[in-house]
């Protein structure tokens, strides 16, 4: 059940930044585990980016590591991933997803996450 809406992708060249967000609806992010994926064409969904539910630990997938941060406010329930220095190869569309039942050792895991954004493009031009 996809719950939240994400926004903030767009066309960027190659070394510019980016901020999707991602709003949940008729629910809230507090006490959720948050996380971001990725799926670029022709290629499965991957994880990328992820905070613990009781938020100071995050987690990230070692081609994003250093260039991207996960953060989440809880008083806008609002997730984002601020992504800088892009490169071609990270083109996808993105995925916000949410769940109150993510351990740690489940947080880079799609089937751990109960809640979906409908994903938002991002495209890197070289």
């Known amino acids: 059940l996809s719950s939240a809406a994400g926004v903030g992708g767009g066309l960027v060249q190659a070394g510019g930044s980016l901020t999707p967000s991602c709003a949940a609806s008729?629910?809230?992010?507090?006490?959720?585990?948050v996380a971001w994926f990725r799926q670029a064409p022709g290629m499965d969904r991957e994880f990328v980016a992820a905070?613990?539910?009781?938020?100071?630990?995050?987690y990230y997938s070692d081609s994003v590591k250093g260039r991207f941060t996960i953060s989440k406010n809880n008083a806008k329930n609002t997730v984002f991933l601020q992504m800088n220095n892009l490169r071609p190869e990270d083109t996808a569309a993105y995925y916000c997803a949410a769940g109150p039942s993510v351990i740690s050792s489940t947080l880079t895991s799609q089937a751990a996450y109960a809640y979906w954004g409908q994903g938002t493009l991002v495209t890197v031009s070289s």
């Open positions: 008729g629910r809230t992010f507090s006490r959720d585990a």
């Open positions: 905070m613990h539910r009781m938020g100071g630990y995050t």
